[in-house]
T-cell receptor
Framework: SQQGEEDPQALSIQEGENATMNCSYK?????LQWYRQNSGRGLVHLIL?????REKHSGRLRVTLDTSKKSSSLLITASRAADTASYFCATLTSGTYKYIFGTGTRLKVLA | GAVVSQHPSWVICKSGTSVKIECRSL??????MFWYRQFPKQSLMLMAT?????????EQGVEKDKFLINHASLTLSTLTVTSAHPEDSSFYIC???????????FGPGTRLTVT
């Protein structure tokens, strides 16, 4: 399959806890993006991290990228019920326009 | 930032009819646009890539005669689902890219339901 793999597939945590999602991919990449998708809705862009970057922060979000392991992680700190959604990583294969999406992690934050 | 819109955001049509979905880049010129589909509880799968003024390149397994893509200008691409059937019901998402960054900006998606 061309798809990236994300784990866990589903994650259920209490409000206030941290949530970590992982993404692994197979090709050499230019960049990796994380998206959120609420049930039945469109994609919301969270963070873009380029292949020469190792870590990026945006508010309560922290993304790391390890190109040697072909993996990335998304950490959401102090989670809220509103963070309940599916989270996808998308990798841009080097030298192409082709983004490959991961299988997604369904996060449920319990109030 | 770069904004991509889609219209309509949702559409219901009868089996056998055709449906056109528009994808527009609002504040940049998109030399390349992409169309994805997403089945319920699944990830996005790339259907086709289109460059302005040329024919679209379809991914393996995607019927080019069923999913007609036109990229007539640097700000507009359209996807027409011809002779739609219930199995075509899906979430269709477009994205657009302006060279040379290779980065893509995604539209909000269009939910198609075929009855």
């Amino acid at each position: 399959s061309q798809q990236g793999e994300e784990d866990p597939q589903a994650l259920s945590i209490q409000e206030g806890e941290n949530a970590t999602m992982n993404c692994s991919y197979k090709t050499s990449i230019n960049n990796l993006q994380w998206y959120r998708q609420n049930s039945g809705r469109g994609l919301v862009h969270l963070i873009l991290i380029r292949s020469n970057e190792r870590e990026k922060h945006s508010g309560r979000l922290r993304v790391t990228l390890d190109t040697s392991k072909k993996s990335s992680s998304l950490l959401i700190t102090a989670s809220r019920a509103a963070d309940t959604a599916s989270y996808f990583c998308a990798t841009l294969t080097s030298g192409t326009y082709k983004y490959i999406f991961g299988t997604g992690t369904r996060l449920k934050v319990l109030a | 930032g770069a904004v991509v819109s889609q219209h309509p955001s949702w559409v219901i049509c009868k089996s056998g009819t055709s449906v056109k979905i528009e994808c527009r880049s609002l504040d940049f010129q998109a030399t390349t646009m992409f169309w994805y589909r997403q089945f319920p509880k699944q990830s996005l799968m790339l259907m086709a890539t289109s460059n302005e003024g040329s024919k679209a390149t379809y991914e393996q397994g995607v019927e080019k005669d069923k999913f007609l893509i036109n990229h007539a200008s640097l700000t507009l691409s359209t996807l027409t689902v011809t002779s739609a059937h219930p199995e075509d019901s899906s979430f269709y998402i477009c994205s657009a890219s302006d060279r040379p960054s290779y980065e893509q900006y995604f539209g909000p998606g269009t939910r198609l339901t075929v009855t």
